[in-house]
């Protein structure tokens, strides 16, 4: 038999349990490989970024980055595809994912290191994650040099005092969205995991696991606490619904959050870079909204409207995009 896939990852790392998730539902044969120090070595040998998660490939070679990682074995692994069948629900499954990714991040990386009692846990965690058999002092200690390394990286998401409100507000009004939308189904697009399944769930499961985003969630979010639960290790239970059956629940998630921040951010962002500014600012739902510019985030966008323009018909997408109000994004693309 060959050899397995080794995800190196860590469960802490919502791009690791997204990969993890998709080698599970897929029930493509890996190994994996918690980011302990004891497997750092073989892990740097194979890692061209200092980044999880990282895919071993069984012919020696090595995959980082966690959207083309899946886009590669769904080539491999096409059956059970994670891609709607219509090239519509197939771009709006692909946004959804890449709003998970780059937005929904901020959410996750802000709770989690912005509030002392989720500093301390997720250093912690991260601790016992590295060093399974140190002592509790030793552990302690590492914990403290990682909160150390950890809560200044908060800008990288753009977290700070002003924007704090806007990314709050965003992450609640998600939950809002995928409670409505997720009673009565089990996946984002229905009896089945999509794409968009994997990049957004990640985020939410990692909420979840953390004091502040999770008490918030387990309080008053059952729907998508199961769906989060649920997607840790997918089964198809159905098929994919039609955008009709979708659109009264889902349609908010593309208007109210992606055509009302994501975009708007991501566009801000990869304006800011072109022009050679050490800072990006939008107004975003009327309150300003500025992070030192993102390499990352502007070839992630570039790469969605890439996908828009490989679409063979837009006839029945764009309607869709235009009541979101985020068509402008892709036609000029
Ligand atoms: N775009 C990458 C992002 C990977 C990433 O940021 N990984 C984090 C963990 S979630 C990491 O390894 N951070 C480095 C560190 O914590 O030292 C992906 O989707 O895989």
């Avoid at 998600?174 to 794409?195: K, M, Q, V, Y």
């Amino acid at each position: 038999m060959a050899d397995p896939y080794l995800i190196y990852g860590a469960e802490p790392s919502p791009y690791s349990v997204k990969v993890r998730s998709y080698f599970r539902y897929k029930d493509i044969p890996h190994e994996w490989v918690s980011r302990s120090a004891d497997r750092m070595e073989e892990f740097q040998k194979l890692a061209k970024l200092p980044l999880v998660p990282l895919v071993a490939l069984p012919d020696g070679g090595a995959l980082q980055d966690s959207t083309p990682i899946i886009e590669k074995m769904e080539q491999e692994f096409s059956e059970p595809s994670i891609h709607p069948d219509s090239e519509a629900m197939f771009f709006i499954s692909a946004l959804v994912e890449e709003y998970g990714d780059e937005w929904g991040n901020k959410h996750m990386f802000h709770y989690r290191w912005w509030y002392e009692p989720d500093q301390v846990h997720t250093g912690d965690w991260i601790a016992s994650i590295m060093l399974p058999d140190a002592p509790d002092e030793q552990k302690a200690e590492v914990s403290k040099s990682i909160q150390k390394r950890m809560k200044p990286r908060i800008s990288f998401v753009g977290s700070s005092e002003k924007t704090k409100d806007t990314i709050e507000n965003s992450f609640h009004n998600l939950l809002e969205i995928l409670e409505s939308h997720l009673s009565g189904r089990s996946f984002l697009f229905g009896e089945r995991p999509a794409f968009a399944d994997f990049g957004l769930y990640a985020q939410v499961y990692e909420e979840s696991c953390d004091p502040t985003a999770g008490a918030i969630i387990k309080e008053g979010y059952p729907n998508t606490l199961a769906w989060a639960t649920r997607m840790l290790d997918p089964k198809a239970q159905g098929e994919f619904e039609p955008w009709e059956n979708l659109a009264p629940t889902l349609m908010p998630l593309l208007r109210d959050e992606i055509g009302a921040l994501f975009l708007p951010w991501s566009e801000a962002n990869a304006a800011a870079l072109m022009a050679g500014e050490d800072e990006m600012s939008v107004l975003l739902k009327g309150r300003e909204f500025s992070q030192t510019p993102q390499k990352y985030h502007a070839r992630s966008l570039a790469a969605i409207k890439d996908k828009y323009n490989s679409l063979n018909d837009t006839a029945s997408l764009n309607p869709i995009l235009e009541e979101a109000g985020i068509l402008d994004h892709f036609k000029s693309a």
